[in-house]
């Protein structure tokens, strides 16, 4: 059964959805801003991860470097008694003591926050659409479809002759839910620099729901992780590809004139 669709419908249903919808979208996202907490750092595991990271980018550029220069800093890190990989090894934590500390209960309080506001505002606008648009046909889809989509395109609307194409109030206000969130994320990154999976809540529900969290305890030792750099940093066979760079230049500038 083909039906014609009311022009005034886009007026008075489809746009007033799709804004209170994204308006809606937009509120929640930033009281997630304001309600997120802020994660405690480790300082000491931040340090250890920069000087990891210098140690490595320093093996990758060592070819850049003068052969002083290059001396100076692998003294630095490796030079017995006194190189950073030597004398300050982090002792392995104890997976009990980590196991003990838990998670942070301010992360966790943020979250249920998050997950509360979601939830309390989805309900009311399904409320509202539900109960306001209730029966409406919104919109049909520009290309046939087959009976398997219409129970998923026509929730609220019970006419079993009618065309799967057509598009419900209520699928309507589904469709505009699940995709709000990235359009405002696009809009909001060019005026934040925010995370938008980490802000959202339906993607930190579907995170929680995802298994158990990873025990504590279980990364690598760094004593070997230090070892491993220091033994890298060893081997290096030092190498000044620089060392005749203006000579090659003003040759390859001769040539070409």
Same mark, same amino acid.
Request: hydrophobic share 45%.
């Given at each position: 059964?083909?039906?014609?669709?009311?022009?005034?419908? *886009?007026?008075?249903?489809?746009?007033?959805?799709?804004?209170?919808?994204?308006?809606?979208?937009?509120? *929640?996202?930033?009281?997630?801003?304001?309600?997120?907490a802020?994660?405690?750092?480790d300082?000491?595991?931040? %340090?250890?991860?920069?000087?990891?990271? *210098?140690?490595?980018?320093?093996?990758?550029?060592? $070819?850049?470097?003068?052969?002083?220069?290059?001396?100076? *800093? %692998?003294?630095?890190?490796?030079?017995?008694?006194?190189?950073?990989?030597?004398?300050?090894?982090?002792?392995?934590?104890?997976?009990?003591?980590?196991?003990?500390?838990?998670?942070?209960?301010?992360a966790?309080?943020?979250?249920?926050?998050?997950?509360?506001?979601?939830?309390?505002s989805?309900?009311?606008?399904?409320?509202?659409?539900? $109960?306001?648009?209730?029966?409406?046909?919104?919109?049909?889809?520009p290309?046939?479809?087959?009976?398997?989509?219409?129970?998923?395109?026509?929730?609220?609307?019970?006419?079993?002759?009618?065309?799967?194409?057509?598009?419900?109030?209520?699928?309507?206000?589904?469709?505009?839910?699940?995709?709000? $969130?990235?359009?405002?994320?696009?809009?909001?990154?060019?005026?934040t620099?925010?995370?938008?999976?980490?802000?959202?809540?339906?993607?930190?529900m579907?995170?929680?729901?995802?298994g158990?969290?990873?025990?504590?305890?279980?990364?690598?030792?760094?004593?070997?992780?230090?070892?491993?750099?220091?033994?890298?940093?060893?081997?290096?066979l $030092?190498?000044?590809?620089?060392?005749?760079?203006?000579?090659?230049?003003?040759?390859?500038? %001769?040539?070409?004139?």
């Amino acid at each position: 059964m083909g039906i014609f669709l009311d022009p005034k419908i *886009r007026n008075n249903v489809l746009l007033p959805i799709f804004i209170v919808v994204v308006l809606t979208s937009m509120i *929640r996202s930033s009281l997630m801003i304001l309600l997120k907490a802020e994660p405690k750092v480790d300082v000491k595991e931040v %340090k250890t991860q920069s000087m990891l990271g *210098r140690c490595k980018l320093l093996r990758a550029a060592s $070819h850049f470097l003068t052969e002083k220069a290059f001396k100076s *800093r %692998k003294a630095y890190f490796v030079k017995k008694d006194v190189g950073v990989l030597v004398k300050s090894v982090p002792k392995a934590k104890d997976p009990m003591e980590a196991l003990s500390g838990g998670s942070d209960p301010m992360a966790m309080m943020g979250m249920m926050k998050g997950q509360m506001v979601f939830m309390v505002s989805q309900g009311l606008l399904a409320y509202w659409v539900s $109960h306001l648009f209730s029966g409406f046909l919104v919109a049909k889809t520009p290309f046939p479809l087959t009976f398997q989509f219409k129970g998923m395109l026509q929730r609220g609307v019970e006419v079993t002759a009618l065309e799967p194409g057509y598009v419900s109030s209520l699928c309507w206000y589904m469709f505009v839910m699940m995709s709000s $969130h990235s359009l405002i994320g696009l809009v909001q990154s060019f005026f934040t620099k925010s995370d938008v999976e980490a802000d959202d809540p339906m993607m930190a529900m579907m995170g929680t729901m995802g298994g158990a969290p990873m025990m504590p305890g279980g990364g690598p030792d760094p004593a070997k992780v230090y070892k491993t750099e220091q033994d890298n940093l060893e081997m290096i066979l $030092h190498e000044f590809v620089l060392e005749n760079v203006e000579t090659e230049l003003w040759r390859k500038w %001769k040539n070409q004139s």
